[in-house]
């Protein structure tokens, strides 16, 4: 009777903690990606292609960390990929300063 009644508590207790779980952050690299997706850039369905995409991104914000202008950042973009539209690589700019720049350049805090 004690070991059911000490389960049935523990399944009680579990329920009524999951109810006040704190949500874990958001992935800013999967909201990057279906930003994009929704804004109609094609960032590909492969591993390889959203990590490419990725890492252009983070190169944008890299630029525009160290003072480059979105605009800037296109544009390097573009030296690099001549065939992609220049209205493309601005949605990916644009959409990378909204999803990853932010955290990329965050602040490391101690956990002490």
Avoid: K
Wanted: charged fraction near 15%; glycine fraction near 6%.
């Amino acid at each position: 009777m004690t070991r059911t009644r000490a389960g049935l508590i523990a399944v009680i207790g579990g329920a009524v903690s999951l109810l006040f779980a704190v949500s874990a952050p958001a992935d800013p690299a999967t909201d990057f990606l279906s930003m994009l997706r929704e804004r109609g850039y094609d960032p590909g369905w492969t591993t390889y292609d959203e990590e490419m995409t990725l890492i252009n991104a983070s190169t944008a914000c890299n630029l525009i960390h160290y003072d480059y202008t979105p605009e800037q950042a296109r544009d390097y973009l573009r030296h690099q990929y001549p065939d992609v539209a220049p209205a493309q690589l601005a949605v990916l700019v644009s959409v990378a300063q909204q999803t990853l720049c932010g955290p990329q350049f965050a602040p490391i805090e101690p956990a002490w």
